[in-house]
T-cell receptor, first 116, second 108 residues
Framework: DTGVSQDPRHKITKRGQNVTFRCDPISEHNRLYWYRQTLGQGPEFLTYFQNEAQLEKSRLLSDRFSAERPKGSFSTLEIQRTEQGDSAMYLC??????????????FGPGTRLTVL | DAKTTQPPSMDCAEGRAANLPCNHSTISGNEYVYWYRQIHSQGPQYIIHGLKNNETNEMASLIITEDRKSSTLILPHATLRDTAVYYCINFGNEKLTFGTGTRLTIIP
């Protein structure tokens, strides 16, 4: 499968714990995005990378959240001191920016986080 | 905030064409119209996009009005697997801004 992959698919944690999610984009896609989706709502943008550079962060990304893409390939999203309000689906997408295919973003299956 | 308006829900009989409307009266000249869908508990799936001209691919057709203020996504022969939430998005920069979409239910 050459699509976007995310790990884990489900995570249950207790309030106050730290969690880390991983996203592997489609090979050679140089843009990578993180979105968050709560029940009944559409996905909301969190942040995105062009290669290893983080170019934009939403105000939704509080200081408890940090994202990295150290080698311009996979990315990690860490949430420190989780709160119940962090319970959501965390989605990753990638796009072939500057490629002939344009900027279409392709999404992974998501990581569903439940904070107890 | 999302810049598009979609009906919250629609039904369509299996085997018939499903026509999903979208209003985007404030679309900018360099913004594309993108459509995604999301089947329960899965990530959004790209369907189709266009700028001015009508577009067709193996999944759907996209009809954009001449003034670009509205568009219609057409699923020519809907199946039960097309039951999903469909999002219409004006996309011109890096991030997609999703609204709440249209929940399409295909009726057997």
């Amino acid at each position: 499968d050459t699509g976007v992959s995310q790990d884990p698919r489900h995570k249950i944690t207790k309030r106050g714990q730290n969690v880390t999610f991983r996203c592997d984009p489609i090979s050679e896609h140089n843009r990578l995005y993180w979105y968050r989706q709560t029940l009944g709502q559409g996905p909301e943008f969190l942040t995105y990378f062009q290669n290893e550079a983080q170019l934009e962060k939403s105000r939704l990304l509080s200081d408890r959240f940090s994202a990295e893409r150290p080698k311009g390939s996979f990315s990690t999203l860490e949430i420190q001191r989780t709160e119940q309000g962090d319970s959501a689906m965390y989605l990753c997408a990638s796009s072939p920016r500057w490629a002939s295919g344009g900027d279409t973003q392709y999404f992974g299956p998501g990581t569903r986080l439940t904070v107890l | 905030d999302a810049k598009t308006t979609q009906p919250p829900s629609m039904d369509c009989a299996e085997g018939r064409a499903a026509n999903l409307p979208c209003n985007h009266s404030t679309i900018s000249g360099n913004e594309y119209v993108y459509w995604y869908r999301q089947i329960h508990s899965q990530g959004p799936q790209y369907i189709i996009h266009g700028l001015k001209n009508n577009e067709t691919n193996e999944m759907a057709s996209l009809i954009i009005t001449e003034d670009r203020k509205s568009s219609t996504l057409i699923l020519p022969h809907a199946t039960l697997r097309d039951t999903a939430v469909y999002y219409c998005i004006n996309f011109g920069n890096e991030k997609l801004t999703f609204g709440t979409g249209t929940r399409l239910t295909i009726i057997p």
